[in-house]
């Protein structure tokens, strides 16, 4: 069993709807969470970080933190069809700088 | 800015066929590391590196060799290149090891082995 899962998709949305994306893990010593995002042939590139529990919101962007479950979750509202891309979660006990990544859920927002 | 620079950016090899992907970051970055990432496996941990002359082994490194001898340069050597190594690679920085900051990835090496 992968120690951080997410869904695959495709997840297929309309345009101005919200996206909702989660990650479940099993390891509770991670404390640090982070959602990147990858267009297709780029590196991913950070779009939100967190530590532990809690929201945190950033434009159209919300990360959510459940511990307790061990559950993570990223709102984007207001979705556009620039935010097609696969997002990936990541996760990070606070040791040595070791990231365990999410496979990514990949997000088309239709016209 | 810069950022993380890898090149090449595509590269098709020969199995038994040795290589090495080069990375470089402009930003003072102590922490450096490589994945991999395959369909459906996410990004694997190859190899790390906490500072200049310090490296570590992630989850995946097998046929693979790095070496740190600048804080800039983190390059990725494939010995004897076989199919199994035909992936995406990226490289990957961050402030330090300590601090927990989150890391900062290049565009890709995007790597075929026949």
């Known amino acids: 069993q992968k120690e951080v899962e997410q869904d695959p998709g495709p997840l297929s949305v309309p345009e101005g709807a919200i996206v909702s994306l989660n990650c479940t893990y099993s390891?509770?010593?991670?404390?640090?969470f982070m959602w990147y995002r990858q267009y297709s042939r780029k590196g991913p590139e950070l779009l939100m970080y967190?530590?532990?529990?809690g929201n945190k919101e950033d434009g159209r962007f919300t990360a959510q933190v459940d511990k307790s479950s061990k559950y993570i979750s990223l709102f984007i509202r207001d979705s556009q069809p620039s935010d097609s891309a696969t997002y990936l979660c990541a996760m990070m006990t606070d040791s040595w700088g070791k990231f365990q990544f999410g496979a990514g859920t990949q997000v088309v927002v239709t016209p | 800015n810069a950022g993380v620079t890898q090149t090449p950016k595509f590269q098709v090899l020969k199995t038994g066929q040795s290589m090495t992907l080069q990375c470089a970051q402009d930003m003072n970055h102590e922490y450096m590391s490589w994945y991999r990432q395959d369909p459906g496996m996410g990004l694997r941990l190859i190899h790390y590196?906490?500072?200049?002359?310090?490296?570590d082994q992630g989850e995946v490194p097998n046929g693979y060799n790095v070496s740190r001898s600048t804080t800039e340069d983190f390059p990725l050597r494939l010995l004897s290149a076989a199919p199994s190594q035909t992936s995406v690679y990226f490289c990957?920085?961050?402030?330090?090891?300590?601090?927990?900051?989150?890391?900062?990835f290049g565009d890709g090496t995007r790597l075929s082995i026949l």
């Open positions: 390891n509770s010593a991670f404390q640090y």
């Open positions: 967190t530590y532990s529990s």
């Open positions: 990957a920085s961050s402030v330090d090891a300590y601090s927990n900051q989150p890391q900062h």
């Open positions: 590196s906490v500072g200049a002359g310090i490296t």
